[in-house]
């Protein structure tokens, strides 16, 4: 199996634009995981989705972010509009039935 | 959100000296896991730990589940230097509750 792929792997914006995140889960995998690293505050769980459907989002900051999954092979994570303050390396987790967490190589955004 | 504290922050060994590192919390977990995380890259499983109690080994790595639950440990042993990374800790509080909070890491550097 790849493992879970994420794109891109880097990504420089300036504030204010649009950023789209990409994740595709292992295969099989029913429960995919957002996640945001940062040197301050680690690694922060932003939102989950089982069978496709939205459990959690509380960790999501604020209304400039949402995620979507409108397919079991496929999810999204969005930032309109993007801040310097958004600049961190995004995951993308997977998962069979809430057990081990495979986490995908990351998205590293800079937002100028 | 909330964080479980490891320590130390940082470690500088020489190789194939032993390493020890442990994880606490304020809360109760069922399950603790530990991670690694390389440079550019998503963490990575190492060891799961599912009983008050347990200690598991795989391969140099020995890892234990504090009896209060409320702690775990990792040690590694004659290390080398591809073990340079981050070390997580993470908490489960129910097996199969989706949702893990991640200890602040210890970020390892080995000198030949």
């Known amino acids: 199996d790849a493992g879970v792929i994420q794109s891109p792997r880097h990504e420089v914006t300036e504030m204010g634009q649009e950023v789209t995140l990409r994740c595709k889960p292992i295969s099989g995998h029913d429960y995919l995981f957002w996640y945001r690293q940062t040197m301050m505050r680690g690694l922060e769980l932003l939102i989950y989705?089982?069978?496709?459907?939205?459990?959690?989002d509380s960790g999501m900051p604020e209304d400039r972010f949402s995620a979507k999954m409108p397919n079991a092979s496929f999810s999204t994570l969005k930032i309109q509009p993007s801040e310097p303050r958004d600049s961190a390396v995004y995951f993308c987790?997977?998962?069979?039935?809430?057990?081990?967490?495979?986490f995908g190589p990351g998205t590293r955004l800079l937002v100028l | 959100g909330q964080q479980l504290n490891q320590s130390p922050q940082s470690m500088f060994i020489q190789e194939g000296e032993d390493v020890s590192m442990n994880c606490t919390s304020s809360s109760i977990f069922n399950t603790w896991l530990w991670y690694k995380q390389e440079p550019g890259e998503g963490p990575v499983l190492l060891i799961a730990?599912?009983?008050?109690?347990e200690l598991t080994s795989n391969g140099r790595l020995t890892a234990q589940f504090g009896i209060t639950r409320k702690d775990s440990f990792l040690n590694i042993s004659a290390s080398i230097p591809s073990d340079v990374g981050i070390y997580f800790c993470a908490g489960q509080s129910n097996f199969g509750n989706e949702k893990l909070t991640f200890g602040t890491g210890t970020r390892l550097t080995i000198i030949p």
């Open positions: 987790a997977s998962s069979f039935r809430a057990e081990t967490q495979y």
């Open positions: 989705f089982n069978n496709n459907v939205p459990i959690d």
């Open positions: 730990l599912y009983k008050a109690g």
